[in-house]
């Protein structure tokens, strides 16, 4: 399977030459293999993914959840304004209202001029929670994990390979930091062994202490978390929007000083092939 990444910067779209190598779109990536495309989240990376998309008949679309960096970009995927594609549009499952209802905030006046409910594809909505479902070739399983509002991390398999995202994860909340017994660390089981697991890495050590409970992790969580989860090469994302290419290399070379983990920092326009 195919893997792109077209999003891996956080909270807020950065353009500009300190931004220009690692990416300035909010979070999207796509997995494809043969007439099946899944595209991960529908922040601002998923404008271009639209030229991509125009060859196939089904697209579905999985948001791990619906802040705006997630979800900012879905009104210009085009292909929601083609009457000849299917769309299935996958998110998590909320105590108090449908995923329709939710994203129908975004998509509607006086945010959106163009009502969800008029789009002319043939669109289709799917709560999840903590399932597996299957879409053409993919076995896929969702969870929730440790973020403010539902959130849902995905695990991707296609045979043996696995591709694990979770670009907004905590998983060190709590008293005393990330907890060693496996069956309590939040979204373990999305991420055991993974061959690829993107995962939130948007803040420093020093960053992170007064940022808790924030939603996201440390660099040196994820990599805790990585190593816990034993992911076979973990790709850092969710990248803050103040920190430019120079810092986060750097950023990532202090990380990788201490620790044996196989990392890399996710990079926009990036391509990976399971095979």
Same mark, same amino acid.
């Not at 697209?59 to 009457?83: A, E, M, R, V």
């Not at 903590?130 to 076995?139: H, K, L, M, S």
């Not at 939040?186 to 420093?204: F, K, N, P, V």
């Given at each position: 399977m195919k893997i792109k990444l077209w999003g891996v910067r956080g909270s807020i779209p950065t353009t500009g030459?300190?931004?220009?190598?690692? +990416?300035?779109?909010?979070?999207? /990536?796509?997995?494809?293999?043969?007439?099946?495309? @899944?595209? #991960?989240?529908? +922040?601002? +990376?998923?404008? =271009?993914?639209?030229?991509? /998309?125009?060859?196939?008949?089904?697209?579905?679309? #999985? @948001?791990?959840? #619906?802040?705006?960096?997630? *979800?900012?970009?879905l009104g210009f995927f085009s292909p929601l304004f083609d009457p000849s594609k299917e769309i299935h549009i996958w998110g998590p499952a909320s105590g108090s209202q449908?995923? &329709?209802?939710?994203?129908?905030?975004?998509?509607? =006046? =006086? !945010? &959106?001029?163009?009502?969800?409910?008029?789009?002319?594809?043939? !669109?289709? !909505?799917?709560?999840?929670s903590n399932t597996f479902f299957d879409i053409?070739? &993919?076995r896929i399983q969702s969870g929730y994990i440790i973020h403010p509002g539902p959130t849902v991390g995905y695990r991707i398999i296609r045979e043996k390979l696995v591709f694990t995202y979770m670009p907004d994860h905590e998983p060190a909340l709590g008293s005393h930091g990330m907890i060693n017994d496996p069956k309590w660390v939040?979204?373990?089981? #999305?991420?055991?062994? /993974?061959? *690829? !697991?993107?995962?939130?890495?948007?803040?420093?050590?020093?960053?992170?202490?007064?940022?808790? +409970?924030?939603?996201?992790?440390s660099i040196y969580d994820a990599g805790l978390f990585a190593e816990i989860t034993s992911a076979k090469h973990t790709l850092f994302a969710h990248h803050d929007p103040s920190h430019s290419d120079k810092f986060l290399e750097e950023m990532l070379a202090l990380f990788k000083s201490g620790s044996k983990v196989s990392v890399g920092l996710a990079q926009e326009g990036s391509e990976i092939e399971l095979v």
């Amino acid at each position: 399977m195919k893997i792109k990444l077209w999003g891996v910067r956080g909270s807020i779209p950065t353009t500009g030459p300190d931004t220009e190598k690692y +990416g300035g779109n909010t979070s999207c /990536a796509t997995v494809a293999y043969g007439d099946s495309l @899944l595209v #991960l989240d529908g +922040g601002t +990376g998923i404008r =271009p993914v639209s030229g991509m /998309a125009s060859s196939y008949k089904r697209i579905d679309i #999985l @948001l791990t959840h #619906l802040h705006l960096d997630h *979800i900012q970009g879905l009104g210009f995927f085009s292909p929601l304004f083609d009457p000849s594609k299917e769309i299935h549009i996958w998110g998590p499952a909320s105590g108090s209202q449908s995923l &329709f209802s939710r994203i129908s905030r975004y998509l509607s =006046p =006086p !945010l &959106f001029p163009v009502l969800l409910r008029d789009v002319p594809c043939k !669109l289709e !909505l799917h709560d999840v929670s903590n399932t597996f479902f299957d879409i053409g070739p &993919f076995r896929i399983q969702s969870g929730y994990i440790i973020h403010p509002g539902p959130t849902v991390g995905y695990r991707i398999i296609r045979e043996k390979l696995v591709f694990t995202y979770m670009p907004d994860h905590e998983p060190a909340l709590g008293s005393h930091g990330m907890i060693n017994d496996p069956k309590w660390v939040s979204g373990y089981d #999305l991420a055991e062994q /993974a061959d *690829i !697991l993107l995962h939130d890495s948007q803040y420093t050590k020093e960053e992170y202490i007064i940022r808790r +409970g924030w939603g996201h992790s440390s660099i040196y969580d994820a990599g805790l978390f990585a190593e816990i989860t034993s992911a076979k090469h973990t790709l850092f994302a969710h990248h803050d929007p103040s920190h430019s290419d120079k810092f986060l290399e750097e950023m990532l070379a202090l990380f990788k000083s201490g620790s044996k983990v196989s990392v890399g920092l996710a990079q926009e326009g990036s391509e990976i092939e399971l095979v």
